[in-house]
């Protein structure tokens, strides 16, 4: 996690995208509570908004209360399989992220 001593707003970026890719429970490197798990939404027969839905809900939740430096995920856009939304951090800025 970015520490706000030394808090860069790309340190913060390039954590939250390793969060996102981690596999939750997969590698025994990170903790329990780093990584993201969609297995049971994705695949399953649950309308598209409500899987997006759900995804989005995971993720504010996960980033928000993994990262000290972010204060708020805002703004996402889901399109062709690619989820787009805004990092406001404590840093001053604000990052746009495409995953």
């Known amino acids: ?5 030394t808090g860069n707003v790309n340190d913060v970026k390039q954590w939250v995208e ?3 890719k981690v596999e939750k429970d997969k590698y ?3 903790n329990e509570n780093f990584g993201m798990d969609f297995s049971d939404i994705v695949g399953y027969r649950l309308p598209r ?5 759900e995804i989005i809900r995971r993720l504010k939740r996960t980033i928000i ?3 000290d430096n972010v204060t708020d995920v805002k703004d996402f856009k889901f399109d062709k399989g690619t989820f787009t ?5 404590d840093l ?3 990052v746009i992220l495409h995953v």
Do not use: A
Request: charged share 20%.
């Open 1 to 5: 996690m970015p520490d706000e001593s």
């Open 18 to 20: 390793l969060l996102i």
């Open 28 to 30: 025994k490197i990170y």
């Open 49 to 53: 908004s409500v899987q997006v839905s």
């Open 65 to 67: 209360n993994g990262c």
């Open 85 to 89: 939304f805004t990092l406001v951090t």
């Open 92 to 94: 001053g800025e604000e």
